[in-house]
């Protein structure tokens, strides 16, 4: 695996925004052309991430190229982050990456007492049982009948520990859902659990 060195990206300079602009252009390319179809789309982006309530976090390698990039957008009055988006170079997927990226995103979390890190992964192309059907009126039970058909992203990130928690039918188009994961990070509160069933029993 390799051992990529995490930065904030407000800390770097303007080329680092260039080359991850690059990176998030040509990562999503392939897969989704629609994304961020022009690299100055995929500028806009990056530049968007740098504002000062979000996180901007990129991967290098030794020579400091940019390896992979994460962001992270807060929500419910900070206390969950919504990753988005995150991408690796095409040639240096599946070699742990991805997986070095949340785990730095996610002791970030910690640090500032966040609780869930949440994300939207879309199947628009037919990647999952999800995909192309009518997901109403029983969509908790072709939830818990999700197969993976053609290598969508949701399965690494069960193996990151995140858990399916809904998904919004026809969000990209009829058939074309978004599937929402999440993951708690924050510990409970010493006697939160227990308090809260007295309140509610």
């Known amino acids: 695996m390799i051992e990529p060195r995490f930065f904030d990206l407000r800390a770097l300079p303007e080329r680092f925004v260039r080359a991850t602009a690059e990176l998030l252009f040509t990562g999503f390319r392939a897969q989704h052309p629609g994304a961020w179809p022009t690299l100055e789309d995929a500028l806009g ?12 976090r990129i991967a290098l390698d030794e020579r400091g190229d940019v390896l992979g990039w994460i962001g992270a957008i807060p929500a419910y009055d900070g206390r969950v982050w919504e990753i988005h988006p995150l991408v690796v170079h095409p040639a240096r997927q599946r070699q ?6 949340v785990g730095d995103l996610e002791r970030l979390a910690r640090e500032r007492d ?22 109403y009126p029983d969509v908790w039970d072709r939830i818990r009948d999700i197969r993976n058909l053609a290598n969508h992203p949701y399965e690494f990130y069960r193996k990151l520990g995140f858990t399916i928690v809904g998904v919004v039918p026809d969000a990209n188009g009829w ?27």
Do not use: F, Y
């Open 45 to 56: 982006e990056v530049r968007e991430s740098l504002a000062p309530e979000r996180v901007s």
């Open 96 to 101: 742990g990456i991805g997986r070095a990226l």
């Open 114 to 135: 966040i609780r869930t890190l949440w994300l939207g992964a879309d199947d628009e192309d037919d990647q999952t049982t999800l995909s192309g059907v009518d997901l």
């Open 175 to 201: 058939g074309r859902p978004d599937i929402l994961m999440a993951k708690r990070v924050g510990r409970i509160p010493e006697g939160e659990t227990s308090a809260r069933r007295r309140r509610t029993g």
